[in-house]
């Protein structure tokens, strides 16, 4: 399938990136089993597309493993040091389909149930963040989630990202009449993380 793409110099990942509580880094052959048992839970996928059986989770960490491969980055494991070597996982990714807002690279994440609610996304989403719009040269990044999916979007506007009802858009790779079809965007700009990020640590 061919679809407009961002056309970024590629530059190798660094290995790591770490922040006060968590840390993202490349994937392991053991996360495979962390991230079968997180898109088998029904409480995890309750506003996405299901992944079926093991294959299919497996086919997603192979995409996952080739995207850092062909474009130096992509969706990191989120580890929290002394808790969990496998929590989850966020990063960037290219849109992989035509859409009025493409092309354009976005932020996604998952994690396991037990880990919701303490702040661990937020926090490896700016780490992921701060590389996109340093390293990568972004100028913006994008997030797309179902109306219905509230804890993501809480997330978004944590990150300093807005939403404007008028960019609201039925998804093409979700079948029509689905009831995940239907999406909100939200966008952040380099200079409304940069600003997000100084309120964050001036407690604004
Ligand atoms: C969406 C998802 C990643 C959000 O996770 P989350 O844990 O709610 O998000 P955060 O890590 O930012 O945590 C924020 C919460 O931690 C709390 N928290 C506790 N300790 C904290 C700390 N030290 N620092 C910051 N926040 C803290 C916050 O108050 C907030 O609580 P609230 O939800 O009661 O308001 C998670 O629900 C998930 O994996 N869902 C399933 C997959 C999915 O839908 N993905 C998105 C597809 S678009």
Same mark, same amino acid.
């Given at each position: 399938?061919?679809?407009?793409?961002l056309?970024?110099?590629?530059?190798?990942?660094p290995?790591?990136?770490?922040?006060?509580?968590?840390?993202?880094r490349?994937?392991r052959?053991?996360?495979?089993?962390?991230?079968?048992?997180?898109? #088998?839970?029904?409480?995890?996928?309750?506003? =996405?597309?299901? +992944? %079926?059986?093991? &294959? $299919?989770?497996?086919a997603?960490?192979?995409?996952?493993?080739?995207?850092?491969a062909?474009?130096?980055?992509?969706?990191?494991?989120?580890?929290?040091?002394?808790? #969990?070597?496998?929590?989850?996982?966020?990063? =960037?990714?290219? +849109? %992989?389909y035509? &859409? $009025?807002?493409?092309?354009?690279?976005?932020?996604?994440?998952?994690?396991?149930?037990?880990?919701?609610?303490?702040?661990y996304?937020?926090?490896?989403?700016?780490?992921?963040?701060?590389d996109?719009f340093?390293? =990568?040269?972004?100028?913006?990044?994008?997030a797309?989630?179902?109306?219905?999916?509230?804890?993501?979007?809480a997330?978004?506007?944590?990150?300093?990202?807005t939403?404007d009802?008028r960019?609201?858009?039925?998804?093409?790779?979700?079948?029509?009449?689905h009831r995940l079809?239907?999406?909100?965007?939200?966008?952040?700009t380099?200079?409304?993380?940069?600003?997000?990020?100084?309120?964050?640590?001036?407690?604004?």
């Amino acid at each position: 399938m061919s679809f407009p793409m961002l056309d970024l110099p590629y530059s190798p990942p660094p290995e790591d990136l770490a922040g006060p509580r968590v840390r993202l880094r490349q994937w392991r052959p053991e996360d495979r089993e962390g991230l079968a048992a997180m898109q #088998a839970d029904p409480v995890v996928m309750e506003h =996405l597309m299901p +992944v %079926p059986d093991r &294959a $299919a989770s497996d086919a997603v960490a192979d995409r996952i493993t080739r995207h850092f491969a062909e474009h130096g980055f992509g969706l990191w494991v989120i580890e929290v040091p002394g808790v #969990a070597p496998f929590i989850g996982y966020t990063g =960037l990714v290219h +849109v %992989p389909y035509a &859409a $009025a807002f493409t092309p354009a690279v976005e932020i996604g994440w998952r994690i396991q149930k037990r880990f919701w609610g303490r702040g661990y996304v937020t926090e490896a989403a700016r780490l992921s963040l701060r590389d996109g719009f340093g390293r =990568l040269g972004l100028a913006e990044v994008i997030a797309l989630t179902v109306p219905a999916n509230a804890r993501s979007q809480a997330v978004m506007r944590r990150l300093n990202m807005t939403h404007d009802p008028r960019e609201n858009f039925d998804h093409p790779l979700v079948p029509a009449g689905h009831r995940l079809r239907r999406h909100v965007l939200y966008r952040l700009t380099r200079a409304a993380f940069e600003g997000g990020a100084e309120e964050a640590a001036t407690g604004g």
